[in-house]
């Protein structure tokens, strides 16, 4: 098992930035795709972007392209998300997800391709 622990969301202006970080922890040398989801009010969780701990080799979703970078430090076993230029419907609260094992970037796109997930921490974008 996975063990994934958020920090860094917060209340921010529209046009500001924040950084998300995500630790993890456990069985963690099979989950090749780290990833980071979002779920507004009244919406399915989506996805936002993923990364690879061997190549760094990332994924972006369209609404996001440009403003946010996924990172990752293989050392400290941890993965960032920086957002820049906020939007007031980039509000959601954001998770962490680790990958099932075996699976590699190109499958790892769904909600379902990922089995392990933080508590969650919440964005809120102010206009």
């Known amino acids: 098992q996975v063990q994934l622990v958020e920090s860094g969301g917060g209340l921010v202006q529209a046009g500001g930035s924040l950084r998300l970080s995500c630790a993890a922890s456990g069985r963690t040398y099979s989950r090749y795709v780290m990833g980071w989801f979002r779920q507004a009010p009244g919406k399915e969780r989506e996805f936002v972007t993923t990364?690879?701990?061997?190549?760094?080799?990332?994924r972006t979703a369209n609404s996001v392209r440009g403003r946010f970078t996924i990172s990752r430090d293989n050392a400290r076993n941890t993965v960032y998300l920086q957002m820049n230029d906020l939007k007031p419907e980039d509000t959601a609260v954001y998770y962490c997800?680790?990958?099932?094992?075996?699976?590699?970037?190109?499958?790892?796109?769904?909600?379902?391709?990922?089995?392990?997930w933080g508590q969650g921490t919440q964005v809120t974008v102010s206009s």
């Open positions: 990364v690879t701990w061997s190549t760094g080799d990332t």
């Open positions: 997800a680790a990958s099932r094992p075996g699976l590699g970037i190109a499958r790892a796109m769904g909600v379902r391709d990922f089995d392990s």
